[in-house]
Nanobody
């Protein structure tokens, strides 16, 4: 069972990136998948979640209207489309499986990827 993130990089403020999370060993359609991020010196925070069991989606207030989460059952992956990126979005972004409790709580997830770095320059 594994999650592997990709798509991070360096982008100017106002730019866009699309993160992908490739799952193996399980079907994403049976779980909730979430994106968390952790900036230097800050705690890990929930960014967005998609519950593939009922199709519901959740977003942190700071990214609502700018980020879009989606899931691809054929590719067995989850994606995070990020637009209008700002320097405050700079962080390592992690994908996680689970979501049995509060979507924004780290302890609601049992499998984590190793992360992908996003840097937004001003």
């Amino acid at each position: 069972v594994q999650l592997v993130e990709s798509g991070g990089g360096l982008v100017q403020a106002g730019g866009s990136l699309k993160l992908s999370c490739a799952a193996s060993g399980f079907s994403v359609g049976d779980y909730a998948l979430a994106w968390f991020r952790q900036a230097p010196g800050k705690e890990r925070e929930g960014v967005s979640c998609i519950n593939n069991r009922d199709g519901s989606t959740y977003y942190a207030q700071s990214v609502k209207g700018r980020f879009t989460i989606s899931s691809d059952n054929v590719k067995n992956s989850a994606n995070l489309q990020m637009t209008n990126l700002q320097p405050d979005d700079t962080a390592i972004y992690y994908c996680a499986r689970g979501g049995w409790g509060a979507w924004h709580a780290s302890n609601s997830y049992d499998i984590w990827g190793r992360g992908t770095q996003v840097i937004v320059s001003s």
